[in-house]
């Protein structure tokens, strides 16, 4: 899922789901945005994933990834994600999260 029509669709199955305010999937995809231009990666796909019905995480997989130091990235972007999520306020009663990992390969 990369194109807006299913970044919409995304935004709307998570929102009826959880029931999370608008505002506060807005700042948690900015957020994630911000990093991914930061570390100048591209998703080559953008998942939700939901556990027992009640946990729900935004997955975004990262394709460019051949080398330790490009997982090295992926662990730093996790760790940056991790401290502007615990810095927004707005995002305190989030029940959604969000997480980059590289592409699976099957």
Known sequence: MTGYS???QL???IKTITDCPRSQLHSLATI???ILKKYNQKPC????????????????AIDDINDVNDID???????E?????????????????AV???KLIK
Do not use: R, W
């Not at 953008?46 to 995480?57: R, V």
């Not at 992926?74 to 760790?79: A, K, L, Q, S, T």
């Open 45 to 60: 796909s953008i998942k939700l994933e939901i556990q027992a019905g009640i946990y729900c995480a935004i997955s975004i």
């Open 11 to 13: 935004i709307t199955e």
């Open 81 to 97: 994600l991790s401290e502007q999520v615990a810095a927004s306020t707005d995002l305190d009663s989030c029940p959604v999260i």
């Open 32 to 34: 994630c945005s911000n």
């Open 6 to 8: 299913s970044l919409k």
């Open 100 to 102: 980059f990992h590289p």
């Open 73 to 79: 990235s992926i662990v730093n972007m996790n760790f």
